[in-house]
């Protein structure tokens, strides 16, 4: 009998010291490769509405292939016409006016969710309902999140062709903090349509740089489960560097930006926009400070456990050896 | 001006600013008149240096001027103007460049900051010097409308009297300080996320969604 306690409890205790990782049902899991591979393979246009709390946008999408390059185009429909393509590795961008700001954002490699490191990340995948979006036959995959430090999310995927057609993200107390949604999908090569009457647009093209990893080092002494770095990318300039860090677990996604000033450390801040967190912290050191600022699409208490846990110490002593 | 933004602005001027460093600055020209003309200053005396033709130009066409180096192309297409960046820089520098210009427009890229919250940590008193008029200020979050509220610390550290003044920030200055403080880098993830692949179209969305004025 004691025996059968005592195997009971080291059960009980091998099952509770196991890390949380992904629950997959693996239909639902196949279900999201499949869509990422469709996003990026597929031409298709149509129109989205993506809104968070203040901001609801309207767009126009357009994704297809040319001469064997992948175009993709996103263009605000309401408000100031602003628009967003890439070709290939050029960025465009246009906005009305004649003393336009480039703003040159790199634009996302669309539906790219780094599977395996999703799937050892605490989700629990299933399939939804069936649905209707876009006037089209959509299923439900719910990636919920086992943890409070990463948010859920609910993807609406085509049945006739794995695009996506609907997202949400949800806070962990169930709260909708973003979402985007297909109201119109043509499938094959269509271009978007521009209204004659419209203003004239500047456009800027930009090139995508590739990205060289040099980065050795992680200053994060904590990390939610599944978060792992996932690019490095240094940047400097008249001796000064900024090194910018990317973690994700698959799905959500923040960064941790580092660098030295010669100004004098400012108050903690923190900014919150529908899912997207962003905390700024500021360390004194020798003739400046060293600014740690935090931006990702993690809850705020994580965010703020993450950045209070980094190694400020050894970060300036590394920082100011490569200064 | 402070000592700090004037150095930075000298930097922007001779080119040797990081891409922060030229985001930071030029969302400050906008916001203060007294930065533009000192940078109208420099610009002058740069370009009068190089013996370059400033007249006619304005404040946005100089720095994208100084910032860009661009050559323009023409547009396939009727009504638009078409500026064309070859690929041929690497990041630090091009990108830099890039970054610099979406600087003003960034200050005022992150349209809804929601639930602002600004808090004035510990460490904030031991970096003000033993010369300065000590000016502590806790901020909270702006719950009323007009004001934050406020706390000075005052200095006495030279065994002189030092009379401290008294700031009042009104939500729009604590919105400003923290657009000024956390745009760029918002910006930046967003950046960082499509390149690493995000997960969705989401982080363009997000993009686009920003680019909203501050209401």
């Known amino acids: ?323 | 001006m402070t000592e700090a933004l004037r150095n930075s602005l000298s930097a922007l001027v001779d080119q040797e600013a990081t891409e922060f460093e030229v985001r930071k600055t030029l969302d400050a020209v906008k916001g203060q008149p007294e930065l533009k003309s000192y940078w109208c200053g420099c610009q002058a005396i740069s370009g009068t240096l190089n013996g370059d033709d400033l007249l006619g130009m304005t404040l946005v066409n100089r720095v994208n001027s100084e910032l860009d180096e661009v050559s323009s192309a023409g547009a396939s297409t009727p009504k638009v103007n078409v500026k064309f960046l070859p690929a041929r820089e690497v990041l630090p520098s091009r990108f830099g460049a890039l970054i610099g210009q979406l600087a003003i427009a960034a200050s005022v890229a992150f349209a809804v900051v929601v639930g602002v919250k600004v808090i004035a940590p510990i460490e904030m008193q031991s970096v003000v010097s033993s010369n300065e008029s000590l000016e502590f200020i806790k901020f909270q979050l702006p719950g009323s409308k007009e004001k934050v509220s406020s706390q000075i610390v005052s200095g006495d550290f030279d065994g002189g009297s030092t009379r401290p003044m008294a700031r009042i920030l009104t939500e729009q200055d604590v919105k400003r300080m923290v657009s000024e403080r956390l745009s760029s880098y918002l910006v930046r993830h967003a950046e960082n996320t499509a390149v690493v692949g995000g997960t969705s179209v989401l982080p363009l969305a997000r993009i686009m969604g920003h680019d909203e004025p501050i209401q």
């Open chain 1, 1 to 323: 009998m004691p025996l059968r306690y005592f195997c009971g409890f080291i059960g009980l205790w091998i099952i509770l010291s196991t890390p949380a990782l992904a629950i997959s049902s693996e239909p639902a899991v196949s279900r999201l490769q499949a869509m990422a591979s469709a996003v990026k393979s597929l031409a298709y246009s149509g129109k989205l509405v993506y809104q968070r709390e203040g901001v609801l946008s309207n767009l126009a999408f357009q994704h297809d292939f040319k001469n064997g390059e992948e175009r993709a185009r996103l263009r605000r429909l309401s408000g100031q016409p602003l628009e967003r393509a890439r070709v290939g590795d050029s960025l465009f961008e246009a906005m009305p006016g004649p003393d336009v700001l480039r703003q040159g954002y790199p634009l996302p490699g669309l539906i790219h969710p780094g599977l395996t490191q999703m799937r050892e990340s605490p989700y629990r995948f299933s399939l939804g309902a069936k649905e209707r979006v876009a006037d089209r036959s959509a299923q439900v995959v719910n990636v919920e999140a086992l943890d409070d430090h990463r948010y859920s999310y609910k993807f609406w995927v085509d049945y006739e062709t794995d695009l996506l057609l609907k997202s949400q993200t949800v806070s962990i107390e169930g709260k909708i903090l973003e979402q985007f949604e297909f109201s119109e999908l043509v499938l094959g090569s269509k271009s978007i349509q521009v209204a004659l009457d419209q203003v004239s647009l500047q456009v800027n093209v930009h090139p995508i740089t590739a990205q060289e990893t040099v980065l050795q080092f992680s200053p994060a002494s904590w990390l939610p489960t599944g978060y792992q770095l996932v690019s490095a990318l240094p940047s400097k300039a008249a001796g000064q560097k900024i090194y910018s860090l990317v973690y994700s677990d698959g799905l959500g996604s923040f960064s941790i930006f580092l660098e030295l000033t010669s100004s004098r450390a400012e108050p903690e801040m923190l900014a919150i926009s529908g899912p997207t967190i962003a905390l700024g912290k500021d360390y004194s050191f020798s003739g400046g400070a060293l600014r740690v600022t935090l931006v990702g699409e993690i809850p705020q208490t994580t965010g703020k456990t993450i950045i209070d846990a980094l190694d400020v110490n050894g970060l300036k002593g590394l920082l100011g050896r490569a200064r």
